[in-house]
Each structure stands twice: as C-alpha cells, then as structure tokens.
C-alpha cells in the first residue's frame, strides 16, 4: 500500500476502503470565459483496477453540468487515504477525454477509431503513470446523443457518406461538446497549471482549460488507420483539422 513520506498520510487501510463508498463533494468555482460559474463535484465510487496498461483507480463522478456523468481512470505516484490520487512532483500529468463511444469502444464497430485510441492512451498514461482518462458518456456523438450518432452511422453504412458528411447532414453543428467539467475535475484533484499535458488529436479541447488557467502541453495520439477506418481518419484530417497519419 501507497504511504508517502509525509507523515499526515499513512497507508490505506480498509476502513478507507468502504468510506470512499460514499460521496466526495466539493463545490469547484470555473470559467466560462469572462463568466464565472460553479459547479458541484462529486465522487461517488473509487476503486483500483488492474489492466494489461497497468493499474488504475478507476472512479465515477456526478456533476451538475450538462453532461453529468464522469467516468476518470485514474494512474498516480500513489493513492491517499481517500483514494484520492498523489501525483509526482515536477511530472506532468497526461490527460485525455472520451466521448463514450459505445459502437466503436464496446460493440468493435469498424467506422470509427475510439477503441484503439482508448487502448492507446490507457497504455500512454499507464506507461508515463501519471495522468487522467475521463469519459463523457453524455457526450456520444460529439455532443448530440445516441439518435443523431446512430443516424450517421446509417449513413455511412448505406449510402456511403464519411464521418464528416453524415454528421452534417444529422445535426446543424458538428461538435457540441464542451470540457468545463473536465477543467472542474482537474481542479477537484488539485491540479495547477502547467501540470497538464493533452492526449489527444484535435486541439479543440484546450479552449477550455486554458480559460481555467491552465497551459496544456499536447501530446498527439497517433492511431494507424487500416482498411476499414481510412476514410474516416481521411475526414478527419481534412474537415475536423485532426493531427493524423495516414
Ligand atoms: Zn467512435
């Protein structure tokens, strides 16, 4: 078990193990550009998982903001007493956000890439042991729901469309997906600025932590495309100014 030199923390025992059962609230005060809101955190369940990328703590979240349900995966230096994460000093901690997609992520659907960059950035952030995997189930779709990410995929499964062309023709806006929750959560777990490195391959997702005050470095998560997800990586690249390598 994780004790950390300091002697305010010891060693987790399993008292904390059951206490962490129960909710974790903290009230985190965010930007939304010039405006100021606050939004309510809360850790509902912590528990350690271990993977073939490594261990984690995996833990879910509730958040009074649009997309309520937070999933983060959590690798640290160690774990205090309530499972929260110790993270090494001066390391930058890598993170990387994720939609929920359960076609591609759950049920192998070959139009899309979510599964191999899910399992890429768990062995990225599992190898470095420092960093934040967070899905946003809400945020099927980029943003829009299970209906309209379905109809695309009819689209492009019948009538050939690409990513890009089935999603315009579904939704007025491609992408509604914003990340102020993630930026409450990187406040919940005590984070500063210049401790974040992005995973990603699209920038849009800095916006928001950068009117948070943080300064992310980015780090491109490379995925190779094959013959099923040529085109869609294709899009991409063209329409969504993705970093990609085809
Ligand atoms: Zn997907």
Redesign the pocket.
């Known amino acids: 078990m994780f004790s950390n030199k300091n002697d305010k923390m010891r060693s987790i025992n399993e008292k904390d193990i059951i206490k962490a059962s129960k909710p974790k609230s903290s009230t985190i005060q965010v930007s939304y550009g010039k405006a100021k809101k606050k939004i309510k955190v809360t850790r509902y369940a912590a528990g350690p998982i271990s993977t073939p990328y490594g261990k984690f703590m995996l833990c879910e979240f509730r958040l009074n903001d649009r997309w309520k349900d937070y999933e983060v995966l959590v690798a640290a230096k160690g774990f205090d007493n309530n499972l929260m994460p110790v993270f090494e000093n001066g390391k930058t901690v890598y993170l990387k956000t994720d939609s929920g ?1 359960r ?3 759950i049920y192998l ?1 070959n139009t ?4 191999q960059q899910l399992l890429e950035s768990m062995k990225i952030i599992g190898k470095h042991g420092s960093g934040l995997l967070i899905t946003i189930p809400n945020q099927e779709g980029r943003g829009h729901g299970f209906a309209r990410k379905y109809a695309t995929l009819g689209l492009q499964e019948y009538f050939g469309y690409d990513t890009y062309e089935a999603a315009k023709a579904v939704n007025k806006k491609i992408d509604i997906r914003d990340y102020y929750g993630v930026a409450a959560l990187l406040k919940f777990f005590g984070l500063e600025s210049g401790s974040i490195t992005v995973v990603a391959n699209n920038l849009s997702k800095l916006k928001e932590l950068k009117e948070n005050g943080y300064d992310p470095k980015l780090k491109p998560l490379e995925i190779k495309a094959d013959r099923h997800t040529t085109k869609h990586l294709k899009a991409k690249k063209e329409h969504l100014g993705e970093i990609v390598k085809i």
């Open positions: 997609c076609s591609g992520e659907d899309c890439t979510c599964r």
